[in-house]
């Protein structure tokens, strides 16, 4: 007796079949198109990398949730679990081959253990792009209003992206005399959206004492237009400042493009990661708040530290794929298809199967994907198999099919035109594609 | 002091910079297009599976060279070797829900610990593509086209793609009695090429004998026209049979898609792999053919029977990607570029960068990729930094960029014309482009 393995895949990892993974390459086209018509060039990266590469100094939370082990030559490598460290590491080794400023984008998948409990995948796609060697508020703008376009390009409605400056928190924490708690602090107010503000006020006053939690929380909670904002954090930061111009600068971008009503300034995005120096940033989807940030990041006083002496700044974001089509799927805006077939060729010789071929390939050089059915089965059924594939049309050809005049089926109307010549039923098809 | 992380990568794995994955990204692209404009579908499996999974029963070789851990839930896990494995995984899990033919193509990494200094990679990209659930002479002939279609919109030259049937093989061997050996004297012959006739010979006749290794090598050596050698494999293989007629018929459909230049029928292609039952093909550049195959499968008869009952037969190729670009390059023919970018814009005040970027906006919108300068350097510098981007153009806009007449500098010949309206530019950008 034959025994058979079990078909399965590993928990948190999944499959995507042809109407997912249509959908996915859609969502990932249309990304590219947007990241290269801003001139950003792409960069690959391996999968599997040396360990301390990936790993650096920290460890933490990454060391719990990294794929980590000891390959046949014996050396300790692990999965990358992000596209950011292989790209310090990239920057830090190819330097000598890239002119700076440097635009790059980088579409892979990423490995996490994470628990799958919370809804999380252990192997997904990110979606980064950087420019590192320009430490200018254009740079700053260019990655804001490249997020804002891409999103866009998407369909997901319109967005807010929710920006803030980390080294204007931290003058303001300094004026406050706790500036060496800054890390901590805005660890605890990077939690606000989620555990509430009088967790974050308990959690502050644990740390520093109620009178400072009082006033922390009063700084983040600054609400008003962006120009408004700005006024009272520069206010309780001590006045002007550099970063106080940065953000006036990058207001005046967003008027003179006129995206200023996608953009706000929110003083309680701080982002968890201790990397970021400068401007940092969350999205969010009007119509779905709550599915949290789709596309985050900031910039960044030195990406290659780990691995060079060199310093180089940079800014940059991450658009996360799969809560985007989580949101999408949600709004009921997913468009799904279930190939790129619009029209397929009846079987109704099997002996015939080069000439069917022959004229499917004059309607592919129309630019029409055109599928052949592969065997003479009944006409209603191949019809049936046609619709299934994603096919709108079936072609009907004749004994001789390509001098015979041929018959072309609406598959949702079941009606047919016939009589029709080659020219003529490419022009049909071009005309309905419309 | 500062100690640093040594910026590498492992041995065998590679990054790869903008220009070269520019190029990767363009071949797959027209891959892509070829493969859908036949009605396949894309899907995706997870690079990290169980090893019982993706091991099967076999072992040998590719025990050797897989990828495999113990995750940190104790799960015996490996990362995939190949894109068939999966796939006939994917096909025993999921066969509810797919339609049978079933046209698929994978576009995707694996990874195998191979000796690198074969010239091998240890992290490379496959493109599978395949039908399952057809056993019919017009699926096998799809895929030979698809081949021939894909390897030709890559600008490789033209191609010839060596066929066999491993069943009038199989039918020859029978009437020699030695059929059991089938599976040794198979994995012999597919080494000709490798080790030369002699050797061949040699190691057919420790197997079996002189008197049969002479056969079998007269066998393989058939040679002449498509037509004339199958007459001649046929009557050393008994006369007529199914197999003969799916040569026959395949060579038919060959002839009426005016293809019948590119494919010959050569009986030494057997392929290494158990698993072909059918016909088997591998591909040659006829400007590079010593670079190996660059295209090859078959069909098999049994896709999913270590994880099912159901018996799916199938039929495919795989399309070696690295080997293309190596070919390409060899050959003079690879078309690299810098970047996708076109134009770039000046930057004469940096504060004026929201001007920039909506006036590169409307040049996105035009279809035209537009780069916007960040930095306000001298004009030589930015027309280099642009050149070096890939631009050709590049913008060099008024006080007021958004009313003021711009400048369009060719960086080829330095020549500026200049008072162009935003209309006028982008009409220039556009018949240059042509």
Redesign the interface.
Known sequence: M?T???????KG??????SA??T??HLLERLEQCF????F??????????A??LL?KGGGETE?QI?R?????G?D?A?RFDLTVPFA??V???RG???L?F??YHIA?V?R?ENTQRGRYR?FTQCDFD?VG?D????D??IL?IMRTALLSLGVGEVSIRVNHRGLFNRFLSGLGVLERSVEILRIVDKLAKIGTEETQCLLAQLLNDALAQEILQFIQAKGSFEETLASLAQAAGGDSPEVQRLT?LR???????TAASFMLDPSITRGLDYYTGVVYETFLNELPDIGSVCSGGRYDNL?G????ETISGVGSSIGLDRLIAALEALGKLQTR????QV?IA?IQ?????????L??SI?EAGI????L??AEKLTKQAM?AE????RWLIIPGADPLKDPLTLRDLSTRINQEGLSLGKLIACLDNESI
Chains 1, 2 share one sequence.
């Open positions: 034959a058979f393995i079990e078909p399965r895949i590993l990892f999944r499959d995507f079949l042809p993974e249509i996915r390459r290269r018509s801003y001139g060039v792409p960069i690959d990266t391996p999968a599997l990398e040396y301390d590469i650096g719990k794929y082990f000891n390959d046949k030559g050396r490598v999965l590491r990239f830090a080794e190819h081959e890239l002119s400023p635009k790059r998948k490995w253990g192997e420019i320009s200018c508020a254009a740079a703008f260019e209003l600068l005046q971008f967003m008027v003179d493009t006129g290659a780990l691995y060079s002496k279930a190939s790129y077939t397929a079987c099997e002996e015939a199967a080069g000439q069917y071929q022959a499917a390939a592919r994907p055109c599928a052949v592969l065997e198999l299934k594939q994603g096919a």
